[in-house]
């Protein structure tokens, strides 16, 4: 059974800094593309950043966070992380992790309907 548990989520001043984790079982995660989305209330899931199976530097940001935020990944301990920083009001959601099998080691995936896998995710409040 394939379950993706996200942590680190919390609340933290605006300008600081927080790291979330998403521990990956119950599958190859060396085989899988990964991706963070966030939804806040009342708004629909978004794209945040993606990382290919092998990570490196095929990685992909959402405008909205390019230059602040940091995808990577260990494929031996099956881990995904998200460094964030210089955090804004605005980046308050839940932010979720999401799996894709794939054969193309490095391919990224930004679309939600293309991610089979999700964690339940983490909350990032940011106050002003």
């Known amino acids: 059974q394939v379950q993706l548990v996200e942590s680190g989520g919390g609340l933290v001043q605006a300008e600081g800094s927080l790291r979330l984790s998403c521990a990956a079982s119950?599958?190859?995660?060396?085989?899988?593309?990964m991706a963070w989305f966030r939804q806040a209330p009342g708004k629909e899931r978004e794209f945040v950043a993606a990382?290919?199976?092998?990570?490196?530097?095929?990685?992909y940001y959402a405008d909205s966070v390019k230059g602040r935020f940091t995808i990577s990944r260990d494929n031996a301990k099956n881990i995904l992380y998200l460094q964030m920083n210089s955090l804004k009001p605005e980046d308050t959601a839940a932010y979720y992790c999401?799996?894709?099998?794939?054969?193309?080691?490095?391919?990224?995936?930004?679309?939600?309907?293309?991610?089979?896998?999700w964690g339940q995710g983490t909350q990032v409040t940011v106050s002003s």
């Open positions: 999401a799996a894709h099998l794939t054969s193309y080691s490095g391919s990224i995936y930004s679309q939600p309907k293309e991610y089979r896998y």
């Open positions: 119950g599958l190859t995660f060396s085989m899988y593309a």
């Open positions: 990382i290919s199976r092998s990570g490196g530097g095929s990685t």
